[in-house]
């Protein structure tokens, strides 16, 4: 990380998911794992005052979820790897939109990336005001997804990739308040002409069906849940609750809940520092037979519970 008068400079590889959780915990963000494998990701931004252009890589699948920061809109440019946004399959040339203040609930596939460009509400409203376009910007607020065939989706694309990659070959090369202008302007002309996502995957219901299966896991996990007793305590079959997440994370309630507990024991074991400790920490992220833990464990995460909690050893 760099910084001088004018931004802030940002450039992390092989972030460990514990390394990434805990830079994204200041954006109300957090990501679980969801694919057995060593996870890894990449982080790159520049930081104005007013707006920031960023970019993000993940190796295997992953889901978000979060509150976008209030005051500002975010617009994010995704490669073609599978990724569901809210409700939505999202679409080769997608433009997805955060909105200040929304909901982020995303699930993608291994070696997603993603190009964002950040700008404060009251710099993207005074430069809709001088293109004459403040009544579009109102409206985008109901929008999740457009979609384009302009060419000029690729070529944003690529400026903030390029724009990036400047500025880390050369940290004293000066990007001004000119390039967030003529950036936004081409932004809300391509935006101005896309049309909005109609390929939903799922209803808003479903959604609030599974957060809160999520929660009542969490928020039970020491306790011997099963399928049976969650989908009793949300009121709904159990078909209901599989077919939910086989279609939102393409697997089991049962596998999802492991995921979980997975992730819950992972997070546990990088904030402590003494061996004596695994046994609780499995205890208390829902495991009783440490044996088939330690089996799980390494599987998912590639690594021994021990090498988590000592990385260094």
């Known amino acids: ?31 679980i794992q969801l694919r057995s494998g060593k996870f890894s990701a990449k982080l790159s931004q520049i ?32 490669n073609d790897i599978k990724i569901h946004w809210r409700n939505y399959r999202v679409e080769p040339n997608s ?41 579009f910007i109102e409206s985008l607020k109901t929008i999740e997804i457009l979609v384009s065939k302009d060419s000029q989706w690729t070529e944003l694309r690529n400026t903030i990739f ?17 390039f967030k ?4 302007i081409k932004l809300l002309g391509l935006l101005r002409n896309a049309t909005v996502s109609t390929k939903k995957v799922s209803g808003k219901k479903r959604l609030k069906l599974l957060h809160n299966a999520e929660q009542y896991i969490l928020q039970n996990i020491t306790e011997p849940n099963t399928v049976v007793t969650i989908a009793s305590f949300l009121k709904v079959s159990e078909r209901t609750l599989l077919y939910a997440f086989r ?15 997975l992730n819950h024991a992972h997070h546990r074991l990088h904030q402590e520092n003494n061996t004596r400790f695994i046994s609780s920490i499995v205890k208390d992220s829902g495991f009783w037979h440490m044996g088939q833990f330690y089996k799980d464990y390494k599987k998912f995460f ?3 519970p021990s090498k988590t909690l000592n990385p260094n050893k």
């Open 95 to 135: 433009i997805i939109i955060y909105a200040p203040g929304s909901e982020i609930n995303a699930v993608s596939e291994a070696n997603f990336e993603v190009m964002t460009f950040s700008i404060s509400e009251y710099y993207l409203l005074e430069i809709a005001k001088q293109e004459g376009v403040e009544s």
């Open 181 to 184: 202008e003529s950036f936004t």
């Open 302 to 304: 590639g690594e021994l």
């Open 47 to 78: 930081i104005y005052p007013d707006f920031q252009l960023g970019y993000a890589k993940f190796n295997t699948a992953v889901k978000q979820e979060g509150l976008s920061p209030e005051g500002v809109w975010t617009f994010a440019f995704v």
């Open 1 to 31: 990380m760099r910084q001088n008068n004018n931004f802030e400079l940002v450039n992390l590889n092989n972030l460990s998911l514990f390394e990434f959780n805990r830079i994204i915990e200041a954006w109300n963000l957090n990501f």
């Open 162 to 178: 390029y724009e990036i990659n400047i500025q880390l070959q050369d940290p004293n090369n000066k990007n001004d308040a000119s």
């Open 247 to 261: 279609n939102r994370f393409d697997m089991s309630s049962k596998a999802y809940m492991l995921v979980l507990k």
